[in-house]
């Protein structure tokens, strides 16, 4: 290969904005060819529909979408499947490939994998890009080690959000990430920011043959929660009982024959009407071990619903 593929590495904790940062990009770099590596941790891979759906032109135009669920890419348990997307791309030479690593991701092992398996000469690690939800952070940084290793790994930190924060909450967590890292730190809202660097930028040599953390010890728990709901007011009360006991709920539901996209958020949770996914529709849910249990009792006393 003459011309290596630049990577751009999307990271940043679940609901910190990472697919709409991903759709901005594709807009901000519409006019070279892209390819999107999509990563979801639960079973069913929700965001390549979502991107899907907020780009319909995007597979017309000849960019291509791969998909993987079920875990993060960095982890021994996905090395196969990522390593088949990678070689998906060796053929279809994108100009550029967005990888957008599950929220629950270390990404310090990118580079390793490169080096374990010669795709050095194929592809080069352009950006790794840390998204920081600012409202979450202070909560979980000093819980969730993946969330230390994602800030290590940045070439460069996008803090969104900010419209949900304090003055004064943003001022400290700006000086708690200086702190931790020297890569410049933007914000921004909505996935609003200055996207110039990616091009610009040198090629990233961090974290060069460092071992992630991701592995199949430090899974979390992932449900499925499926079936048909007749009141979007029971849905509601669902995801309302289990706020503070999971990480992550998103997907898709079908009530009263609407099709509703479902995802909980920085400061509650938010349920609009949409297309119908081209995937088995549920909820997917990311949980610590300990509150499973708690999680598939209330869906089923609930909703009546299989697991």
């Not at 910190?16 to 901000?28: D, F, W």
């Not at 709901?229 to 079908?254: C, P, T, W």
């Not at 071990?289 to 209330?298: H, M, P, S, T």
């Amino acid at each position: 290969m003459s011309q290596k593929i630049d990577i751009i590495l999307l990271a940043g904790f679940l609901g910190a904005g990472k697919t709409t940062v991903l759709n901005e990009l594709i807009r901000s770099f519409h006019d070279k060819k892209l390819g999107m590596l999509v990563n979801d941790f639960g079973e069913v891979p929700v965001d390549g529909s979502l991107l899907k759906n907020e780009n319909p032109e995007l597979l017309k135009e000849g960019h291509k979408i791969y998909e993987i669920g079920n875990g993060s890419i960095f982890c021994s348990c996905l090395k196969a499947p990522f390593l088949y997307g990678l070689k998906y791309f060796e053929k279809e030479l994108p100009e550029l490939l967005f990888i957008e690593a599950s929220g629950l991701s270390d990404p310090s092992s990118m580079s390793k994998i490169l080096s374990d398996h010669n795709m050095e000469g194929s592809f080069e690690i352009r950006q790794t890009i840390t998204l920081i939800d600012p409202v979450k952070y202070k909560a979980l940084v000093h819980v969730l080690n993946v969330i230390e290793k994602q800030i290590e790994a940045a070439d460069h930190v996008l803090v969104n959000k900010i419209d949900l924060v304090p003055a004064q909450d943003l001022k400290e967590l700006l000086e708690d990430l200086k702190s931790r890292t020297s890569a410049p730190i933007q914000t921004g809202s909505f996935g609003a920011f200055d996207y110039s660097f990616i091009l610009s930028a040198e090629a990233s040599h961090k974290n060069a043959m460092m071992e992630s953390c991701n592995t199949p010890a430090t899974r979390p728990a992932s449900l499925f929660l499926e079936g048909s709901i007749n009141d979007e007011q029971v849905l509601k009360d669902f995801m309302s009982r289990v706020e503070g006991a999971h990480y992550r709920i998103k997907g898709f539901i079908e009530i009263g024959g609407r099709m509703l996209y479902v995802s909980d958020n920085s400061v509650g949770y938010s349920i609009t009407e949409t297309v119908k996914p081209g995937i088995k529709t549920g909820l997917t849910v990311l949980c610590p071990k300990e509150n499973e249990q708690n999680i598939v009792e209330l869906w089923k006393e609930i909703c009546g619903i299989r697991i």
